[in-house]
């Protein structure tokens, strides 16, 4: 359906454009304006955070021209006469621009070799050069490198700007995207803006309809389904262990991502517990949910006369949560959560 990515299509231009990373839009432009450009940056982040897009406006912003702009991909460009090469290349004067920009992306798979080479360059730059390097796993840049280098740290997407996003760039495309199914697609990006327009593009492109609904989004995606995510919560305003330990098996036997299921039990249980909490803030709410979504958490809270959807819980979930990653069985955290907040962990005298 789209000759274009989205997210080539939608890839900011300009700082304005830029989302979620005021904190280095402010410095950048501080510099550009009062002509104080260092002469290396080390741009750091999860994937999809927006570091080569800042990378390319930072250069256009300084006059830097597409023929003196040159962007390598360490991981296939890794080696010491890869960047013998580069260093040979950057001690000529730029075409038509005053500085020559040289954009090292996934920068940490260098080799040691590598970085020997290019920490000569660093440490006496020809004046009319600029580095910008990108990198997921700071961990692995030697701290010689960090050390001559300005750093900057990318945030990861909120799913409060992802999901505005995701509804701004639907619309444009003439979609129709409700805030729940909004919600669930920023939450499948997982901080990255890349991989929720990736994750919208795949809903795009095989939805029959121009209104999409997150009933599509869940068999598009893969996404664990509503229903089970409701049974879960259910089952704790029951106290009803038998039916929880069930929905986890029928969520498991779905082949689901156990961690994306449990994060929006923690998603939607957090949210009941705020209409227990905080009634008033309903309105303002259902501008985050799908009307049956907010009719579900508003009759659950009314029926939970044994007060189940309460803070304790929701601790318990997140409690539990961090233990994922290392459950070797998935759906053993979600079983225990049960286990522990239905208080049938205690021993029997």
């Known amino acids: ?7 080539r299509k939608y890839r900011p231009k300009s700082f304005k454009e830029v989302l979620g990373q005021d904190h280095i839009v402010k410095v950048l432009e501080s510099s550009v304006k009062t002509n104080k450009v260092s002469h290396a940056y080390l741009f750091v982040g999860s994937r999809g955070t927006g570091k080569t897009s800042v990378a390319r406006i930072f250069a256009t912003s300084i006059g830097v021209s597409t023929n003196d702009l040159y ?4 991981a296939s460009n890794r080696g010491i006469e890869d960047i013998k090469e580069l260093r040979d290349g950057a001690r000529v004067l730029p075409f038509d621009s005053k500085y020559k920009v040289y954009i090292i992306d996934e920068v940490h798979m260098l080799s040691k070799d590598a970085w020997g080479a290019l920490l000569k360059t660093l440490e006496e730059p020809p004046k009319h050069v600029i580095f910008i390097l990108a990198t997921t796993e700071f961990h692995k840049v030697p701290d010689t490198i960090i050390s001559r280098c300005q750093v900057f740290t990318f ?3 909120s799913d409060a700007i992802c999901k505005k996003m995701l509804l701004d760039v639907a619309e444009k495309e003439g979609f129709e995207l409700d805030a729940g199914s909004a919600e669930l697609l920023a939450i499948l990006a997982d901080g990255s803006f890349r991989d929720g327009l990736g994750e919208l593009q795949k809903v795009l492109n095989f939805s029959k309809s121009k209104k999409i609904e997150r009933e599509d989004i869940e068999k598009i995606t893969g996404a664990p389904k509503t229903t089970l995510v ?3 919560i259910s089952a704790i305003a029951d106290k009803n ?6 929905t986890v098996r029928k969520a498991s036997e779905a082949n689901l991502d156990m961690k994306l299921y449990f994060k929006l039990i923690i998603q939607k249980f957090r949210l009941a517990v705020i209409l227990r909490y905080a009634p008033k803030l309903k309105e303002e709410m259902a501008g ?3 009307e049956g979504d907010l009719d579900f958490l508003n009759d659950l809270v009314k029926k939970d006369k044994e007060g189940m959807l309460r803070s304790g819980a929701l601790g318990i979930l997140l409690e539990t949560y961090q233990s994922m ?8 955290p979600l079983e225990l959560a ?8 205690k021993e029997t005298s």
């Open 1 to 7: 359906m789209h000759d274009l990515a989205l997210y």
């Open 71 to 74: 962007e390598i991909d360490a």
């Open 155 to 157: 945030k990861k997407a």
């Open 230 to 232: 409701n049974d879960y």
């Open 241 to 246: 262990l038998e039916k929880g330990i069930g």
């Open 288 to 290: 985050d949910l799908s």
């Open 325 to 332: 990653d290392n459950a070797f069985i998935t759906e053993l």
């Open 338 to 345: 049960l286990v522990k907040i239905l208080g049938q962990d």
